[in-house]
């Protein structure tokens, strides 16, 4: 825990000086505190006439001057403890939103192999739930949790020298305090662990239901996934309880003991009293620092219930924080600018989990403005091959150029501001259609969106929208219906103006009447630009300039569409199966008896 809560205070950035400037503040809090018991306990002293057993030459006769001196000390109680209160609240909300920012931009930019490992739901629980742990244990450590321990710390040096033998009643309700609390720490670590672990399983339940409440309602689902819902709930307060009991206790005894320390001081000061080895003053100075003794102490063991309440909150939020990007800028990467487009698969490979190859000893060259298409089964390296150009991944051997550059030498954003992307599963943000389509574009004026949703095919359904460019697309663009929502994706491709482009199954989404006057739009978008076309539709690259036939990662066939067709070999067997109703595509071409698939 103290590992993790250094963590905490080294998150505070920028904001450390004025960090700086509050801990000494509470430490003068600290000091200040004390003058009031000390203070009431002379002013008892000097009016019943009685010496105190320390310091006994420098006993003021008079009342007045210690006050006074209450007074001033009171006043700046106050005032400090007010200044403090606001500057810990500035701080605490500032730093919050600076690091939930920074996490922000953090896990946006890990690679996409962790997010396909991580459910959004719980990186979502994990951002805010670890911002919000970092904001209240910032705010209660400026606040009071530092004054206390500091109170401690300045409480029991003072309290020996006024009279020892009362001291060590408030030493001994430390100790025991101590103990339990060590004790309760050891024994709930694990089970606070497996509470946080419940509370991310009830997060990404939670949020996969709603992603797929479509799926839910037709298969009328509701009843199940809230008792799926109330099932993880259930567990999680299982798990809740026995923790919060222990703690519970804690404070039982916490308040028991100092109930008992402070009968226990009434009982021994009058007795030392009889001896003439304390004075009343003293007896009440020792309860109140008894009482001041039993605050701190409720303030400690809030602080330490805090910090072990938080500590597996802000584990997983320093993990996903401490994550290192797979793919990143190399220190001496350049920002290209524009490029032509000229890509070139030099002998590469790669592997996701070290053993079996996604792709091996991949090598062609796309001259700019040639359509080169990716065609295969599923799982026959297609998408990695693509995925490794705009280096979502970097081989493990071989090298990708463009324009000559080894890829891995320029920026990520150099690198992705020359690549458009058309995804086969449209995606879109829950906002408007301009604001979607300016993805492409941030400074795209109208005139030129609705120039690129023209090519598109998008702007008789943009038209008929009552909002036009404003009218909102929905989370995931389920305002629109799947062709919409494609032509969209590919307005937003076209607005970028990227020279190199990629399309992966960008037609799926379209009826056949959009789909062929989508292609012609793209025939023409396409000219000299370097597109690659991941296909399972063998009739949209029918007019590519070559054409990759992958299996387990290696490329077996290349060349034009006709070239492979009269070859009669892999893909010529996917044309017939495919066009197998139309003349079986080429005279001379048998069908075959089985049916590949892609």
């Not at 490992?117 to 450590?141: C, E």
């Not at 697309?473 to 994706?489: F, I, K």
Request: hydrophobic share 50%; proline share 3%; aromatic share 8%.
């Amino acid at each position: 825990m103290i590992r993790i809560y250094t963590r905490v205070l080294q998150l505070l950035g920028k904001e450390r000086r004025l960090g700086w400037v509050l801990a000494a503040a509470n430490l003068l809090l600290a000091g200040a505190q004390f003058a009031e018991p000390v203070l009431f306990g002379r002013i008892i002293d000097v009016l019943s006439g009685n010496k105190s057993t320390a310091a006994l030459n420098a006993e003021p006769t008079s009342p007045w001057p210690l006050l006074a001196a209450w007074v001033g000390f009171g006043l700046f109680t106050i005032v400090c403890g007010a200044v403090v209160a606001l500057n810990a609240d500035r701080l605490a909300h500032r730093q919050r939103q600076a690091v939930l920012t920074d996490y922000f931009e953090h896990i946006m930019q890990l690679p996409l192999t962790f997010h396909t490992g991580t459910h959004s739901g719980r990186l979502m629980k994990v951002m805010l739930q670890g911002t919000d742990a970092l904001w209240r244990l910032w705010l209660g450590f400026f606040r009071e949790h530092f004054a206390a321990i500091a109170s401690l710390l300045v409480l029991l040096p003072l309290s020996i020298y006024i009279n020892w033998r009362l001291a060590g009643l408030l030493a001994i309700l430390c100790i025991v305090f101590t103990v339990l609390t060590t004790l309760v720490v050891r024994k709930t670590s694990g089970m606070q662990s497996e509470v946080e672990e419940h509370y991310g399983d009830l997060s990404a339940r939670a949020s996969d239901a709603l992603g797929n409440v479509a799926l839910v309602q037709s298969f009328t689902r509701v009843d199940a996934e809230v008792q799926g819902l109330r099932n993880v709930a259930g567990q999680l307060l299982a798990a809740q309880i026995p923790v919060l009991s222990w703690w519970a206790l804690v404070s039982v005894m916490t308040r028991a003991s100092t109930t008992i320390t402070v009968l226990a001081i009434f009982t021994v000061g009058i007795a030392l009293n009889q001896q003439g080895l304390t004075t009343v003053g003293e007896i009440v100075m020792f309860v109140s620092f008894a009482t001041m003794l039993i605050q701190r102490l409720e303030q400690v063991v809030a602080f330490i219930n805090s910090v072990f309440m938080e500590a597996p909150r802000l584990r997983e939020f320093l993990n996903v924080l401490d994550a290192v990007p797979a793919v990143r800028d190399h220190i001496d990467a350049i920002d290209p600018g524009r490029l032509s487009g000229m890509v070139e698969f030099d002998n590469v490979s790669f592997s996701y989990d070290g053993k079996r190859p996604a792709i091996e000893d991949l090598s062609f060259v796309a001259l700019p403005g040639q359509t080169i298409a990716l065609v295969g089964a599923t799982g026959a390296g297609k998408s990695t091959a693509i995925a490794l150009l705009h280096r979502a991944f970097d081989p493990q051997s071989g090298i990708i150029r463009i324009d000559g550059m080894d890829v891995r030498g320029l920026t990520l954003a150099g690198l992705r501001r020359n690549i458009g992307v058309v995804f086969q599963e449209a995606l879109l943000f829950n906002r408007s259609i301009a604001d979607n389509l300016r993805v492409g574009k941030p400074d795209a004026t109208e005139e030129e969106m609705r120039v690129a949703a023209t090519r598109a095919q998008a702007m008789d359904f943009i038209d008929r929208s009552e909002r036009g460019f404003e009218t909102n697309a929905g989370e995931r663009g389920r305002m629109l219906s799947g062709g919409e929502r494609q032509r969209l994706s590919i307005a937003r491709a076209i607005l970028k103006n990227p020279p190199i482009l990629i399309l992966d199954e960008a037609t799926s989404a379209l009826d056949a009447v959009t789909e062929a006057k989508l292609n012609a739009a793209l025939d023409e978008v396409m000219k000299g630009r370097t597109t690659f076309v991941i296909a399972h539709r063998l009739s949209t690259i029918r007019n590519a300039t070559r054409i990759l036939v992958f299996e387990n990662g290696r490329v077996i066939e290349s060349g034009t569409f006709d070239e492979l067709v009269a070859q009669g070999g892999h893909f010529a067997a996917l044309a017939t199966a495919q066009f197998m109703v139309q003349e079986n595509v080429r005279a001379g071409m048998a069908v075959t008896d089985a049916e590949p698939t892609l």
